[in-house]
């Protein structure tokens, strides 16, 4: 590089926020290079001491296939010869060296790379703001990862509505079931020392484990669990407010009738998950909890995460985002516990950070290894991301992108966009939502969290992020205008819904009873317990921890109105026996209760 060159490159940093690692404080690198006779703007983030270049893919494997290194697809073009090697990273272009010129493209190939690689997020930073504020989403938090970089991460909004707490890349959010990818890795490490295998029968580890159907028993394996194939949904009444111990939940397993037949299709399940984070821990002589901590959260350095509500809040943490749902079109914050997924807590009970979502996403897409080290073997890695479930349904958001192929792997839904293979899961419980996307291929991965009750914001965002390093899609895509107008129509049709059957309500009816005559306490071998209790007038009604007040709907029919108002109201029927009492209570939809007597 001649002296003139030499001359106009220079460095300006900026400070840009408070994003932390292990190295330090976080910030923008603005570095003005010269490349020919022009200045070039060069932005790079920066996490720690080092700015976020990208690194060419080494020698190995990305996610079981060999990696390809994306020789600046030199070989569909014809522009490769014996001396000059143009070479691509990731997916932003090419580069040719030739010996005349290969001292000046050593200098300067860190910069280009930078420049390739923080024109794909330019505006997005306001695009995102824009979008929240579309979508009434109070609080969010987002990182993306490409080539080992962070290339973005950012807190938005607050913890809490009428609160000032801001979010900020250090602010917990809940993973939900995007945990359930880190109780299959689990697995995946026990089995690269034997301890367990994917296809060891679950009742090796948990003799008391019975289902329905003896057959099924018998042949459940721990991969079955892992697929949701076992030929029943989630039984949700079993762990959310049930007040049952989970060996309680598991004894009880054996009474849940099968919807499908083993392993015939996908019905997601959180106590299988449950289960097979169990089994984890007895293989290794611990727990699911200090397995998290151990295998996965400290040798990734993810020092702000916690594997589960109680752990968290036993540290005392405080900066945690609070559950909202929209009420009446309102935005509200939900009386919800932290710990409602505790029971089952590998399906989902982990809480973590953009900050450690980085971490994860690095390691996910170096194929198990952390700085060079791996932590799982290459060929049990690699299972998490093959196709196991072949899935038959589309996600609502899913139609939108129209995908050659859709399955369930190991903790990981499969599937492909524009031509490029995707690894992805959701995570939604009362009042928060995630998302974890990967593009293994272009190395390019992101997290996002929200506070608001299943914001599909975070499907528009993980595709507008998958284009902007694709290149525009045709036509352009506004995946946020898209998302919305998709769920304002789901949401009008539930609506229309609900207000047919209410419209069926028949009016001027009366109980067949006295009110008194409906209190009691009515049980099940599978749902538990229910308690009806008459006071001041009025009928209320407990099932599980649960409680909520009744009103007459018509008959014997009874409306349920829970405290929490983003629950939607619980019909329940009472069943009048020949003898005249009141002999049984059903949950429309549900379950069925017998009067005690």
Not at 130 to 147: E, F, N, S, T, Y
Not at 441 to 452: K, Y
Not at 504 to 509: G, I
Not at 511 to 537: E, K
Request: charged letters at 20%; proline letters at 6%; one cysteine or more.
């Amino acid at each position: 590089m001649h002296d003139a060159a030499i001359d106009r490159m220079r460095r300006d940093v900026v400070l840009a926020g408070d994003v932390e690692s292990a190295g330090g404080v976080g910030h923008d690198l603005l570095m003005h290079v010269a490349v020919g006779a022009a200045d070039v703007d060069v932005r790079a983030r920066v996490v720690g001491d080092e700015p976020g270049v990208l690194a060419a893919p080494g020698a190995g494997e990305i996610f079981g296939r060999p990696e390809t290194r994306r020789i600046a697809r030199a070989d569909r073009e014809g522009a490769q010869d014996d001396e000059g090697r143009a070479e691509r990273c990731g997916s932003h272009g090419s580069y040719q060296s030739t010996p005349a010129g290969g001292a000046y493209v050593t200098m300067i190939l860190p910069l280009l790379l930078a420049l390739a690689q923080q024109q794909p997020l330019d505006g997005f930073d306001a695009y995102v703001s824009q979008a929240m504020k579309d979508w009434r989403v109070p609080g969010l938090a987002i990182v993306v990862v490409k080539d080992d970089s962070v290339t973005f991460i950012k807190g938005y909004g607050v913890r809490e509505l009428g609160k000032p707490d801001p979010v900020t890349v250090h602010t917990r959010f809940g993973n939900m079931s995007t945990t359930k990818a880190f109780t299959a890795l689990l697995v995946a490490m026990l089995a690269d020392s034997g301890k367990v295998s994917f296809d060891d029968p679950v009742t090796k580890y948990v003799p008391g484990f019975q289902l329905a159907d003896p057959y099924v028993t018998r042949e459940a394996t721990v991969r079955d669990l892992l697929t949701h194939r076992i030929g029943f949904g989630d039984p949700d009444y079993l762990w959310d407010n049930s007040g049952l111990q989970f060996a309680e939940m598991v004894s009880k397993l054996r009474r849940v009738p099968p919807t499908s037949s083993f392993r015939s299709g996908f019905e997601y399940n959180n106590v299988s998950y449950g289960v097979a984070g169990d089994i984890a821990g007895r293989a290794a002589g611990s727990t699911w909890q200090a397995l998290m901590q151990s295998r996965i959260y400290t040798p990734l350095g993810m020092s702000e995460s916690y594997p589960d509500a109680r752990s968290m809040q036993a540290a005392g943490v405080t900066d945690v985002s609070a559950p909202h749902g929209l009420v009446r079109d309102t935005v509200r914050v939900l009386p919800v516990s932290a710990a409602i997924v505790d029971p089952v807590a590998p399906a989902g009970a982990a809480f973590s950070t953009a900050t450690d979502m980085a971490k994860w996403l690095r390691f996910l897409l170096d194929s198990g290894r952390v700085a060079g080290k791996r932590l799982v073997g290459a060929q049990n890695f690699a299972q998490l991301f093959q196709p196991q479930q072949v899935l038959a349904g589309q996600y609502p958001a899913t139609e939108l992108t129209h995908p050659h192929f859709q399955a369930y792997g190991l903790g990981w839904f499969l599937r492909e966009y524009r031509g490029e293979f995707v690894a992805y899961h959701t995570g939604s419980i009362e009042g928060r939502s995630a998302i974890v996307g990967l593009m293994p291929d272009r190395r390019l991965g992101l997290a996002i969290f929200t506070n608001l009750d299943h914001s599909e914001l975070r499907h528009a965002l993980m595709y507008t992020v998958f284009d902007r390093y694709l290149g525009p899609a045709t036509p352009a895509r506004d995946w946020s205008a898209e998302m919305r107008a998709l769920y304002r129509g789901l949401a009008d049709s539930a609506a229309a819904r609900q207000r047919a059957r209410e419209s069926k309500r028949v009016p001027n009816t009366r109980p067949t009873l006295a009110l008194d005559r409906y209190a009691g306490n009515y049980a099940d071998s599978l749902y538990g317990s229910a308690a009806v209790r008459l006071a001041g007038g009025k009928l209320s009604v407990q099932i599980g921890t649960a409680s909520g007040q009744l009103e007459h709907w018509q008959y014997d029919v009874f409306r349920v109105i829970w405290p929490d108002p983003f629950w939607n109201p619980t019909y329940l029927a009472f069943g009048i026996d020949p003898d005249g009492t009141v002999g049984e209570l059903r949950v429309v939809g549900g379950g069925s209760y017998r009067r005690l007597r």
